[in-house]
């Protein structure tokens, strides 16, 4: 399986961190677009603001004579998606991961509610890889460690038997027949 490199760890914290924000920030605007529809489409209303009717006002559809919200929010929403799928696709190449989480990632900024519900799954699967990752390269550094402690102990004679060893193991593995020694009754 390929995995993140542990070099690029504070990159992929600082990626989740980006993802999360635009995730977030993805879902209120995908909400604010959903109520805007609502109107829009279900009672042909628009959001119009600083216009005739004050700060903040439901007016007919077409008739907006200030700053359109709902045009605006449509717009900002549609562009803060892709700053949303660069944010995931950074995070999806940095985790190394296959192709169907990134599908699941930007699946999140096109279903209301998804985005949440996807931060918080995949902010979870980031942080527990990555504490599985550090656990493994520190068990493997502690056994590095221990070997090269016993390799220290070792006499050149007892280093000398112990390469010869592996040398007939590894030429037993390559062609698949026993060598001489291990027909002998070597261990």
């Given amino acids: 399986m390929d995995r993140p490199r542990p070099e690029s760890f504070p990159r992929i914290n600082l990626a989740l961190r980006c993802y999360q924000i635009t995730s977030y920030i993805t ?26 009717f004050g700060v903040l006002a439901l007016v007919p559809e077409g008739t907006t ?38 599908l699941a990632m930007a699946a999140g900024g096109v279903v209301p509610f ?22 493994h390269d520190a068990e493997r550094e502690r056994e ?24 007939r193991e590894l030429a037993e593995r390559r062609t698949g027949t026993p060598t001489a020694d291990a027909s002998e009754g070597r261990p």
């Fill in 27 to 52: 879902g209120v605007l995908l909400l604010l677009l959903v109520v805007e529809m609502i109107f829009k489409y279900g009672f042909h209303l628009e959001f119009d603001a600083f216009g005739a």
């Fill in 65 to 102: 004579s200030g700053v359109n919200l709902s045009l605006w929010v449509l717009i900002v929403h549609g562009w803060f998606y892709v700053v949303y799928l660069i944010a995931c696709f950074v995070l999806w190449q940095l985790m190394r991961w296959p192709l169907l989480w990134l």
């Fill in 114 to 135: 998804m985005s949440f519900i996807t931060e918080m799954f995949m902010a979870r699967k980031v942080r527990t890889e990555l504490r599985g990752y550090q656990r």
């Fill in 144 to 167: 590095r460690a221990e070997l090269s402690d016993f390799e220290a102990t070792l006499s050149d004679e007892e280093r000398a038997r112990i390469d010869a060893e592996v040398e």
